[in-house]
């Protein structure tokens, strides 16, 4: 029985690995493409404040949202965002935010070893 909440760890710290993980996968693969947009408002989501940014690309305007939400309306409003996204898939457009991103793999892989260790006692 504990074996398969071990293994039901070891699969969520590899969802959360991928999920956080793809959009940066997908640039490694088919290359980056970047652009300025324009925070144009900010919604209130999961309490914090989350800002949509619209943007250019090639002649389409798009509008996207922060990866993560903030406290308070950050960045303000009118405010240029430096936005990245996998060549092709514009919609995984997003503010580069490397700690809070480095954070999540940090995360994910510490969650993994420890579920790793507990279910096969050879890690530490």
């Known amino acids: 029985m504990l074996d398969a909440i071990f293994i039901l760890g070891i699969a969520a710290g590899l ?6 993980g793809w959009p940066d996968f997908l640039r490694l693969v088919k290359g980056t493409r970047r ?4 925070v144009s408002s900010h919604v209130l989501e999961d ?3 989350m800002a949509v940014i619209s943007f250019e690309d090639g002649s389409i305007r798009r509008e996207t ?4 939400n903030s406290a308070v309306p950050d960045p303000p409003l009118g405010a240029k965002v430096l936005l990245q996204w ?3 898939y514009p919609q995984l ?5 490397p700690f809070k991103t480095g954070v999540f793999y940090v995360f994910a892989c510490l969650w993994i070893a420890l579920f790793y260790d507990l279910l096969t006692g050879k890690l530490l």
């Open 15 to 20: 969802y959360v690995l991928v999920r956080v």
């Open 35 to 38: 652009a300025f947009g324009t």
């Open 47 to 49: 309490g914090g404040f």
């Open 65 to 68: 949202r922060a990866a993560f």
């Open 86 to 88: 996998p060549a092709g």
């Open 93 to 97: 457009a997003r503010p580069r935010a």
